[in-house]
């Protein structure tokens, strides 16, 4: 398919200029290392004081912050780059450049920047989550597996969905700035399972902010604590946002080419 | 005599900088074993300036102006050399120094972006210590003379160039400094608010007899302000003395202006052809030709009226920036 | 002396307009950075309730506090970031400050003083919120509130040194990043801005003991929060008055040394 070829393109060329500036890759690992070390006193320094917290024990929470990092790097790598570059041109007028391409704009503004050197937050969030299942201490199958990767897909896709949302209104409203600052603050709360925050905050970050499928969800598969409906309750809901979003964004381009015009 | 308000003395500064090579290799390389290189961006500068001259300080891109304007407002420390001015060595930065004087760069950081410059203005009597009573009538007569009536009431973002240009000029003089060092202060803006510009400063050095070092790339800025020039080039000091000065020694050529009775005789054989305009023809001649071409011209010809006229400062500027060779070498 | 309360009135007045000018964004920034306290407040609220009401000396209630009282301090202690220092380098700002006959770190101080003064006021909401959704245990006497009130300007102080001299390491390196989050690490770790210290194992304490972190966050938040008695509150004062001496001592010599670099080689 054309669009696919195009974002494998457009990742090669991103991860090829990237690849120029290797000591990134350090001050990156540098960067990780120093958030997971902090992660790991603070997960230290709870089960020094209590031998689970709402019902995780350590080696589920390790799982959550492995998943938490890694869906924070899939989401720096790619969403918030083009997000963030999606608000910049619709400011400044260059977006128009998007639009003369012959390709779906959409596909387009979403896959146009890769910060490759942040993807080193997956690779350690990876490891992170495969030591957490090795200590699991109890039987992982197949099924598992396969239902962890398709709610980390589905996760993924929600945060995309909020964050394009969010970048359609650029069309509207010309200051999105703070909401890369806003949306980094919040998705910190995602280091814990949403289960345990109060229920308005743990609706909160549910349904405002999509942290909870994005992080709690995949570790829920993970440490089978997930029932069949709500994963496809999940897969549902992605199918949902998707369309609503596409809608969205059709009406907000319409609005853009009306408005400079 | 009096005593000079700035003088240089064999000023020089050198700068030492890495050595680049291409490729990783050689970037790799240079993280352990670094390359360096002398680079003379002032060599060996004298010059004294007296109160209340307006002096223009010339030189292509990269000649060392910004280099001698930082180390006379004490930002840099000569290499060698001496510097004083008002007395005192600018790189002690003496707050008593300070005060008396100002740098206005391209860089615009007088003013606070989001505020009236009002706010700033407050803000300058503040840092300077300027008496209230001198801090009003100094702002009033700004206002008044470049006419920022209503430009000071808005926020600095909302003015175009030329206007934030103005503010941030009244901004940098409100401590009525002694000495202004202005480096391109009308550069990008149009030729109404240069001309506004200049006669500001013009009437600034008037009334408070200040003295003003001034670089710019508009020749019109120093022919209206500078009675003196000093031109720098590679680091060097090529030229000090009155404009006059520069255009006799330097320019090498003279425009002969012809009108003649019959327009068909071929005027190519005297000098340069530079326009015809219906019946007078503009010639071009070396300027130690000009009195034989012209005894010529009005031997051989029915003239009706004759002009020998300096070339443009500009084309003579050009023309000495185009040089590459330092003083000595040049033709005398 | 007059003179540089001029000058800090005036620069006050300029923060505050600036503070207000940017509202919208503040609020923005102040809703995600309160995320940080109220997930240490869950957790640690949450194993609290379930170890019969208090862990390591702190109950629920009392947790809730410490986090409440931290995002007011963290709303006073953010100053100037080091990496601004590069931008301020590149487009000649720094010149600009080395010209005004006044030492620069005047201008931050007096600035940020006013921001940190407007912010506060913009953050009474969101604490008005937070003090409703989790009901913190508090009741501070007036000695209390009076030493909070001096502690929270010294923690401003304290970090404010600190965050100047690691801008102005700018000067030898382009990698200020990388040092500026090794101090934020060190910060989280052993200024209580995780965890209350007594939480941490007693070497932790006794580290943190020779360092400077805890008083710009857990010395106000325990002052307010009635953790000290009289003599621990006015002994911490004055344990911050020597890291802010302290502080003015080093910032001299870096400094010094910064402006003998930059005049010789300019920007």
Redesign the interface.
Known sequence: MHEIRLAWLFFRVGAMNELQYRVNFFLQLFQSVLAIGTGLVSLWLIFSHTSSLHGWNPAQLLIVMGVFTLMGGVIQTTIQPNMTQLIEDVQQGTFDYVLTKPADAQVLASIRRVEIWQSVDVLTGVIIVLIGVLRLQSQFGIGRAVTFLLMLVVGALLIYCFWMILTTLAFWVTSMWHLVELFAGVYNAGRYPVGIYPGWLRYGLTVVVPVAFAVTVPSEALTGRLDTKTVLGAVALSLILVTITRVFWSFGLRRYSGASA | MVKPVIHVDQLTKTYVIPEREGGLKAALRSLVHRKWRDVKAVDHISFDIQPGEVVGFLGPNGAGKTTTLKMLSGLLHPTSGEVTVLGFVPQRRDKAYLKQITLVMGNRNQLQWDLPALDSFELNRAIYRIPTRQFRETRDEFIELLDLQDLVRKPVRNLSLGERMKVEIAASLLQRPQVLYLDEPTIGLDVTMQARIRSFIAEYNRRHDATVLLTSHYMADVEALCKRVIVIHHGHLLFDGSLADLVARFAAFKTIGVTLEDTSADLSRYGEIMSVDSDRVTLRVPKTETPRVTARLLADLPVMDLTVEEPLIEDVIRQVFAQEAPLEELPA | MT?YF??Y???M??GV??EI?YR??T???M??????P??YL??WS??AR??GGS??GYTAGQFVAYYIVWTLVRNVNIVFTPYGWEDRIR???F??M?????HPIHWDLAFFAGTRIMSVIMWLPLAAILVI??RPTISPTWTQVLVFFFAIWGAYLIRSFNQWMLGLVTFWTT?V??VF??YI?AE??LSGR??PLS??PHWVQVLADFLPFQWTFQFPILALIGKLTTRQLFLGLAAQLGWILGGIFLLQLVWAACLRK?????N
């Open positions: 003179a001029d000058v009135r005036q620069l007045k300029i307009m600036a000018q919208v964004s609020y923005f920034y809703i995600g950075m309160i995320t940080e109220v997930i869950v957790v949450t194993i379930s170890h862990v390591g487009t000649g700002q010149s600009a080395l010209l005004r006959p006044m959704a989790f990698r990043g990388a989050q090794l690490t989280t770790l995780l965890v939480l941490m930059y005049s010789a080689v300019g």
